[in-house]
């Protein structure tokens, strides 16, 4: 079966200071990666998805930036944290036939101060 | 562009109560419709989903009803337990023409559901 992996769980930086966040996919291969961000008593809104190795689209801009090394390893990073990019942080992936059901993991809250 | 709108929140409801979160969307192309839950602290979890008009996903003794005409996906249960107590979010991934697939899910806002006992 198929798992979905992310650390850190929980996350508290200074505002400033680097960020890499590590999502990694078990039991499936060329999947579908997604980075979502929920803030606060909010919805979820799309950040980034890949559809292979170093390919990755974004959708909006931000002060964020993703890479995927390996199949099924997808990295969010950040050179320096801003006090807005405090959130809860979920991966997911999906098999990339048809409009699929997309399977998430159990998410990173950041804290910035 | 293609967009979900649920019910505001929070629901606040007695154990045993019918439950009735109202979704609708907008969408080109050909939707899927999903239902995912999010207990407190944790990830999302798909709860059901419908892939064409008139299906009904059904999971946990909870139903949605996939209604073209009305563009709506509607999450109902008869009796909900303190258990269910979570936020519920309503998602569509739209099949353009052609068969090509977004593979981008977009969500509601979430309702937040709380029942006491």
């Known amino acids: 079966s198929q798992t979905i992996h992310q650390w850190p769980a929980t996350l508290v930086q200074p505002v400033g200071s680097p960020l890499s966040l590590e999502c990694t996919v078990e039991?499936?291969?060329?999947?579908?990666l997604y980075w979502y961000r929920q803030a606060a008593g909010r919805g979820l809104q799309l950040l980034f998805y890949?559809?292979?190795?170093?390919?990755i689209s974004s959708e909006v801009p931000q002060n964020l930036s993703a890479s995927r090394p390996q199949d099924r390893q997808f990295i969010l990073s950040s050179k320096k944290l801003l006090l807005s990019d405090s959130g809860f942080y979920l991966c997911a992936w999906s098999v990339k036939a048809g409009a699929e059901t997309q399977y998430f993991g159990p998410g990173t809250r950041l804290l910035v101060l | 562009g293609d967009s979900v709108t649920q019910m505001e929140g929070p629901v606040t409801l007695s154990e045993e109560a019918f439950l009735t979160i109202n979704c609708t969307y907008t969408a080109t192309g050909y939707p899927s419709l999903f239902w995912y839950v999010q207990y407190p602290g944790e990830g999302l979890q798909l709860l059901l989903k419908?892939?064409?008009?008139?299906d009904k996903g059904s999971n946990k003794g909870f139903e949605a009803t996939y209604r073209k005409e009305t563009t709506s996906f509607h999450l109902e249960k008869g009796s909900v337990q303190v258990s269910d107590s979570a936020v519920y979010f309503c998602a569509l991934s739209v099949v353009g023409a052609g068969g090509t697939s977004y593979g981008k899910l977009t969500f509601g806002q979430g309702t937040i559901l709380t029942v006491h006992p």
């Open positions: 890949s559809v292979g190795i170093g390919q």
């Open positions: 039991g499936t291969s060329n999947p579908n």
């Open positions: 419908a892939t064409k008009a008139d």
